[in-house]
Nanobody, 128 residues
Framework: VQLQASGGGLVQAGDSLRLSCAAS????????VGWFRQAPGKEREFVSA????????YYADSVKGRFTISRDNAKNTVYLQMNSLKPVDTAVYSC??????????????????????WGQGTQVTVSS
């Protein structure tokens, strides 16, 4: 499965962006998907995740209430709507998918080892 993240850019604080993670394989519809980000000089951190059906979503405390994850399995795409962006949100955002059929939950979504497939990152820069 190949993942393609897109939608990053340079915005001002308070603006919004929508990231997309498009997959090359229809089995993506049976995979949990996560978004992670990495800022310069910092470790990669979990941002958000969604289960295969979209019925369960998970967020890091730092983005809860501002970011919304969703998916359209007919389009093999997961979205991350980011509102009220802050300069601290500046990072490279990457999406990742589990193997098909793997269940995800609150104790596993934040671990990079939960995911088998990773896309390249998309840069999000938020200016103050």
């Amino acid at each position: 499965v190949q993942l393609q993240a897109s939608g990053g850019g340079l915005v001002q604080a308070g603006d919004s962006l929508r990231l997309s993670c498009a997959a090359s394989d229809r089995t993506f519809g049976s995979s949990g998907v996560g978004w992670f980000r990495q800022a310069p000089g910092k470790e990669r951190e979990f941002v958000s995740a969604i289960n295969w059906s979209g019925s369960s979503t998970y967020y890091a405390d730092s983005v809860k209430g501002r970011f919304t994850i969703s998916r359209d399995n007919a389009k093999n795409t997961v979205y991350l709507q980011m509102n009220s962006l802050k300069p601290v949100d500046t990072a490279v955002y990457s999406c990742a998918a589990t193997v098909a059929g793997r269940m995800v939950g609150s104790t596993t979504v934040g671990s990079i080892y939960t995911y088998r497939y990773w896309g390249q990152g998309t840069q999000v820069t938020v200016s103050s």
